[in-house]
Nanobody, 116 residues
Framework: QVQLVESGGALVHSGGSLRLSCAAS????????MAWYHQAPGKGREFVAG????????DYADAVKGRFTISKDNAKNTVYLQMNSLKPEDTAVYLC?????????WGQGTQVTVSS
């Protein structure tokens, strides 16, 4: 079983920055990818950014390209999301996701609130 613990969510003003972290622990086998999704009130879960674990391939939702950067520390089994130029529409619970050779896992999420 893999546990994902997110941190770094907060209340910030529009234009501000935050850095989210997600640490994986437990019985970790081969990690294929790690990613961030977000879920705003009344909406479904949406992909934000993802990164391959063995290489450095990244992918972003169009809405965050140029503002968010995903990165990783393989030794710490941790993925980060640097969020710059935050907008009120970025307000959501941000959830960490991983796909491994043993299955897919989600974290509990961390709240990001951007005030206008």
């Amino acid at each position: 079983q893999v546990q994902l613990v997110e941190s770094g969510g907060a209340l910030v003003h529009s234009g501000g920055s935050l850095r989210l972290s997600c640490a994986a622990s437990g019985t970790i086998f081969n990690i294929f990818t790690m990613a961030w999704y977000h879920q705003a009130p009344g909406k479904g879960r949406e992909f934000v950014a993802g990164i391959s674990w063995r290489g450095d391939s990244t992918d972003y939702a169009d809405a965050v390209k140029g503002r968010f950067t995903i990165s990783k520390d393989n030794a710490k089994n941790t993925v980060y999301l640097q969020m710059n130029s935050l907008k009120p529409e970025d307000t959501a619970v941000y959830l960490c996701f991983t796909e491994t050779s043993r299955g897919r896992y989600w974290g509990q999420g961390t709240q990001v609130t951007v005030s206008s």
